[in-house]
DNA sequence: GTTGAAAGACCTAGTGA
DNA sequence: TCACTAGGTCTTTCAAC
């Protein structure tokens, strides 16, 4: 596909919509001064050539019981494509992570945890993430405050 | 306010949204074998108490020019309030931090950053994270690929 | 690529059960 | 909680520019 560049247009919708996809194309077409069908056309092309992925609900995790942050690093025993994919595999079941990503450097995958506690991480690295095949080191760091946690990338 | 419990057909109708907020009240009511004034009044409750904090589209990174993610790891000088209120205040404005965590253990803040390419992460550390004040140490981690990447807490 | 108009679908609030 | 209703809003399509 070729990659069709986004006119100003495009990324003024897309600013939008990473703020608040429910932002009906009325709304949106009386912002940026543009018809509702010429909106309309937009956000259909940017959804079909994917430059919009997804549209979610962001919940409130300490409404939910999930006050404790994570971020884990995982370093692995060797690098045998298995290994990698075997732990990546069964990592990504574990409902406690909400993220997991293989990185340059002195470990291998970071892990973003997301608990009710102490407890429960505890439980959660006891039970579950120490006892998947060939981990060294596992070495778990806790969010004390999240000063900014964006969705929305500037355009 | 009374922390009102979440009934299971708040779960599943919250486990819906999180993976797509544009379902309609009809399609939600029909998978779930509700009345749609049913949906329509927990959604209205589920939005006013708070458990559903935004509603937001996600874009495909690389398409947007933000191949490159990285975690940056920082250490401040000393941890007096005004120090660490100052990075805090600083650092969430450039445009290429997309989260900020303080952290316990041995660093204090956890950043992941997100720029097209090698290039401008070095010129985003340069120029920008390296030159605010009272910064000891920063220690950066490059993703090599997204194992898993969820925004949706299991319910 | 853009527009206005028109038909159909959906939202939302209300009533009564 | 549900079924039903009705007015208002929004989506989606399309011929025309």
């Known amino acids: 596909m070729i990659n069709t560049d986004l006119d100003p247009l495009d ?9 608040d996809v429910l932002l009906t194309n009325k709304e949106i077409s009386y912002t940026l001064r543009k018809s509702i069908a010429t909106v309309h056309e937009r956000i259909r092309r ?4 994917g ?10 995790r300490k409404k939910i019981n ?4 994570a ?3 995982v370093l ?21 992570v ?21 407890d429960a991480y505890h439980q959660f690295y006891r039970h579950k993430l120490a006892t ?4 060294t080191s596992i070495q778990s760091f806790f969010v004390l405050s999240e000063t900014k946690s964006d969705t929305a990338y500037p355009l």
């Open 11 to 19: 990324r003024e919708i897309l600013k939008l919509l990473q703020q």
């Open 46 to 49: 940017l959804r079909e050539q």
């Open 51 to 60: 430059y919009i992925k997804r549209s979610v609900a962001i919940l409130d």
């Open 66 to 69: 999930r006050s404790l942050v």
């Open 71 to 73: 971020f884990s690093q």
């Open 76 to 96: 692995l025993n060797d690098h045998a494509l298995s290994t990698l994919a075997t732990f990546e595999e069964e990592v990504i079941k574990f409902p406690e």
């Open 98 to 118: 909400m993220e997991c990503f293989q990185m340059t450097g002195t470990f291998d995958f970071i892990l973003r945890i997301a608990t009710s506690d102490m």
């Open 132 to 135: 998947l095949p060939n981990i």
